[in-house]
Every structure is written in C-alpha cells, then in structure tokens.
T-cell receptor, first 112, second 116 residues
C-alpha cells in the first residue's frame, strides 16, 4: 500500500531563508508527483507536477525534485517571503487514472 | 475561467438528513474525484470517476453515493448524514494522464459540512 510522508509537520523560518520541504513515498511505481499549496480555509492550488520520467520542475522561486528509486521528492523555496506561509502538500499518482495519495502536509510560517 | 466549482460552500445538517454536494468543471476533464479533509487524517479519496457513466470507490466510500451522467458534473450524495461526516469536502478533476495530458489535478474551493 502506497504511503506518503511529509517531514517536518511544521516549519517556521525568518524571511529571506532558502528552505526545503521533504516528501517520501513507499512505492516507487508512481505515475507522477504533485506539490500543492493550501491557504487556511481554501482549496488546494497546484504548484508543480513532476512526471515519473522527470527529475525536477521549476516555477519561479520553487523547484521540485524527484528521486523515484529512493522514494523521495523535495520542494525547494528560494528567498522565502511571508506570503509563502501556507500548508504544502505532496501527492503521488499511482496510475494514469489512479487516485492521488496525499501526505499530511508541512505547515510553513515565514516571519517578517 | 471557472475551473472546478463546488456548491454549497457551507452546510449544516441534522443527523439522518440527506443532501447533495455539487461539483462542476468546465475543462472537459475525464477524471473527477471527491476527497474529504479532516484534521490529522489528511485528504482521503471518497469516490472517483474516469468518465461519464463510470464511477469507482476510493478509500472511504461508506455513506456516500456518486453518479456521473455528464462529463461536467459529479455530485456527491450523503444518504443519511452522520456526525462522523462532518468535514471539508473537495472536488478535483484532471484529464486522464496520457501523451501530452499530464494528469495535473485541479481542486475546487471546498464545501464545509457540519452534521449535528
């Protein structure tokens, strides 16, 4: 059974720091991996999607990497800002029509 | 540019009542799904559909029914609401991932349900 774990559960950093959020999964047979952002009381916003054949994806200050063999993905946020404060979730897709398995999320607070 | 639209945003029910959460998408996505999000439990899949007329159960389907009569709509029915169904419900959709379709999942804003 696929399980997705995100560590740490919460993170507080001063503004301007570069930071890394971790996501690990138990079964390397994934179709893709997606990172989301969720603000309090809101839905999930897709940040980056990495196909199983890819190693990384970049969007602005965000960079996500994928290592299928080790069952790990990282989300790198450069030069963090208070507006980055949110919960970040990773999810793996088990097939082209398969369900997404979510991690519990990392709640990030960036202090001014 | 509506994307995934859920209604209602908030609902309070009494135990035993029934109701339907509506979900509509305007992106011509084949895949639609319902998740519930609970503190400490994360997001869990309730039901999903890969096209009109096709539905399947997810991780926590008990107490919920779905149907998919059109590509655009995927309603979630609570047959007899229980306090354990108090949660935030999210609808999500994507293209079936193949070729240039990446299977990126798009979420609605959520429906917050309280069952007393």
């Amino acid at each position: 059974k696929q399980e997705v774990t995100q560590i740490p559960a919460a993170l507080s950093v001063p503004e301007g720091e570069n930071l890394v959020l971790n996501c690990s999964f138990t079964d390397s047979a994934i179709y893709n991996l997606q990172w989301f952002r969720q603000d309090p009381g809101k839905g999930l916003t897709s940040l980056l999607l990495i196909q199983s054949s890819q190693r990384e994806q970049t969007s602005g200050r965000l960079n996500a990497s994928l290592d299928k063999s080790s069952g790990r993905s990282t989300l790198y946020i450069a030069a963090s800002q208070p507006g980055d404060s949110a919960t970040y979730l990773c999810a793996v897709r088990t097939g082209n029509t398969g369900k997404l398995i979510f991690g519990q999320g990392t709640t990030l607070q960036v202090k001014p | 540019n509506a994307g995934v639209t859920q209604t209602p945003k908030f609902q309070v029910l009494k135990t035993g009542q029934s109701m339907t959460l509506q979900c509509a998408q305007d992106m011509n996505h084949e895949y639609m799904s319902w998740y519930r999000q609970d503190p400490g439990m994360g997001l869990r899949l309730i039901h999903y559909s890969v096209g009109a007329g096709i539905t399947d159960q997810g991780e926590v389907p008990n107490g919920y029914n779905v149907s998919r009569s059109t590509t655009e709509d995927f309603p979630l029915r609570l047959l007899s609401a229980a306090p354990s169904q108090t949660s935030v419900y999210f609808c999500a959709s994507s293209w079936v991932a193949s070729g240039v379709n990446t299977g990126e999942l798009f979420f609605g804003e959520g429906s917050r349900l309280t069952v007393l």
